[in-house]
Structure formats: C-alpha cells, structure tokens
C-alpha cells in the first residue's frame, strides 16, 4: 500500500439537540456531517483528515481545540462572527427510528429553559449555506493534494463545490446526496447535471428512496452511471452496501456486521464514505475500501458523539474486516 495523502472533508459543523426514547433530551451536542466522517478518518483509519466548514460566534469557544486533539486538522474552519451556528434537532422513538427536526410537540413538552435549544436551523436555506466554506475557499485548497470528500449539502452548494474543486484540480472527488428535502423537489435534475464531475457517488438508500421510491437499487445505480458516475457506492444500513464501477462493469455486494437493533444510526453514514475516501488514497481497490468503511460506520452504531468513536484492538479490526471480505460477492 502507498502512504495515504490527506482528506478533505467539507461540509457542516454542527450544534445538536436530541430528545432520547425514554424521554430525556441532551444539548450542545456536537455534530454535523463533516465531523463524523472526519473523526471517522482519524479515529478508525488513522488517516489525516482536514475539516472545511464553517462555524458561528455561538460555537464553543474549546470545541475546535478538543476536535484538533482527537486528530482532525481544524486549520480550514472558520469561525465567523454575528453568525448563529447551525443546529439540527432529533427526536429518537423506541423502535430505533427518528424524527428530525425534532417534532413540535415534543419539544412543548421539555421544559421551558431548554426548548430553545431545540430550534432546528436546517430549513434555513441562507444560514445554511452561510454554515458551509464556499466555491473560493475550496478552490484555492484543491490544488494541495489530496482527496475531496463532500457530505450532503444544499444542491446549489453541491454544484458549486464540485465544479470548483474539478476546476482546482482536485486529484479525487467524491460525494454524498444533495440535502433530502431537495431530493423531493428536484433530485434527479440536480444530479443529472453533477455526476460526471464525480470520481464516487455515495448516496444512502434512505436518500434515494425520497426522489425514487420503489426502484430497485440495481436499476437506480444504471441510472447515476448514465448520468455519468463512474463509480457508484450505495450505502444500504442494515443491507449493507453495493459498490458498482462503470469502467470495467463490476459490482459488488458489500454485507453489514450485525450489530443488533434500534442502534443509533447517526454519523454512520458519514463515518462510511470519510473512511472509504481514505482508504483509497492508499492505493487499496474499491471493494477493499468498502469492507474498511462498512467497519468502521458500525463503530458509530455505539456512540452518541463522533468525538468518541475508537477504534478497537487491532486483532477485532482485521476479524470484523476478514469477516465482511468473505461476505462480498459479485452481482
């Protein structure tokens, strides 16, 4: 394998609020897309991920030094000042599903000191785009080396990263979904027009379900291939995942490592396609890639914060890892 060059990873920062099963809430969680998949890369792959987002004066003042201490390169936040930070809310049920933003009514129910805490930001088109670096920001970064990881981002800012870095000469991009509530209005369009800018398209199942309901996951892999993906990952939870490469025609199903139920799936995702990104910059194939990243996302399964994700001794990573690679089979 060749030394891994570093990852960036771009998208949001973010404040958390979640009201649990059994009726008790936490605030002041820290979250967001590019910290999971970030913490992912350094916590679970001992990579050298760099973390491209943007974070507001109410952000905590010690968060980006405790995030830099669990090895993530901060460098690239920025923190701008009279600007709120994004926060998202979640309500969990006890089937191990979840709401978000977290349900009116159940936040009526909390008391009322904490109910501010709840006010979820992510429909906020303006103050979310705010809360991400922009086309120039990432554009002057691109040309440093490395792999470029995008998370799920408003569609607007998806295109606008993804020619920026394909301008830049980013060596390797990949990319999540556009944001849900998008997809429902115009996912296909948004897609059809960025895919082929892509090097791997990560999309989750529960993502495309929203814009492409009842279409079979093969089907709607041919579909982003023609679109112009060459590389298709469709993350599948529970299902695990298929790999699909364009080029040579190969794809692969990719099992889960049963983990138990009504786990909180939070981050997993992110952990997934960060960590993936990373092991490709080492020279290993897609389906090895995949095997590492379904790994490492059942880590997150078990964490509340992606602060504390761990990688686990070395013999359990190679037996979790030995375990999924005899799972893979050609489709």
């Not at 799936?265 to 897609?286: E, K, Q």
Request: overall charge negative; hydrophobic content about 45%; proline content about 6%.
């Amino acid at each position: 394998m060749q030394a891994a060059s570093p990852v960036h990873i771009v998208g949001g920062f973010t404040i958390d609020a979640i009201i649990r099963a059994d009726g008790s809430w936490v605030t002041g969680q820290l979250g967001g897309n590019a910290l999971w998949a970030a913490a992912g890369v350094a916590a679970l792959a001992h990579g050298c991920p760099v973390a491209h987002a943007v974070v507001g004066d109410d952000y905590p003042a010690d968060a980006l030094a405790d995030i830099s201490a669990h090895g993530v390169d901060v460098t690239a936040v920025q923190r701008r000042t009279q600007q709120r930070n994004a926060r998202v809310t979640f309500e969990y049920l006890t089937d191990g599903s979840r709401s978000q933003p977290a349900p009116a009514g159940a936040v009526a129910v909390l008391p009322h000191a904490v109910q501010p805490e709840f006010a979820d930001t992510t429909r906020d088109t303006s103050l979310t785009l705010a809360s991400l670096p922009d086309a120039g920001t990432v554009r002057t970064a691109a040309g440093r080396g490395g792999a470029w990881h995008l998370g799920l981002l408003p569609g607007a800012r998806f295109g606008e990263l993804v020619a920026a870095l394909r301008g830049g000469g980013a060596s390797s991009i990949q990319a999540d979904c556009p944001a849900r509530f998008e997809l429902r209005r115009d996912g296909d369009a948004v897609l059809r027009t960025h895919l082929r800018d892509l090097d791997v398209f990560l999309p989750s199942s529960s993502d495309t379900d929203v814009f492409a309901p009842g279409i079979p996951h093969r089907d709607l892999i041919s579909r982003f291939h023609d679109y112009g993906a060459p590389v298709v990952v469709l993350k599948r939870s529970e299902h695990g995942a298929i790999v699909s490469d364009a080029h040579t025609g190969e794809a692969w199903s990719i099992p889960a490592l049963p983990v138990g139920e009504h786990l909180d799936a939070t981050g997993a995702g992110d952990v997934f396609c960060g960590v993936f990104a990373h092991v490709r910059t080492t020279g290993a194939a897609l389906v090895e890639a995949a095997v590492e990243a379904t790994v490492a996302a059942s880590r997150a399964l078990h964490v509340a914060s992606p602060l504390a994700l761990t990688r686990p001794d070395e013999e359990r990573w190679l037996a979790d890892c030995a375990r999924i690679r005899e799972g893979v089979t050609p489709l």
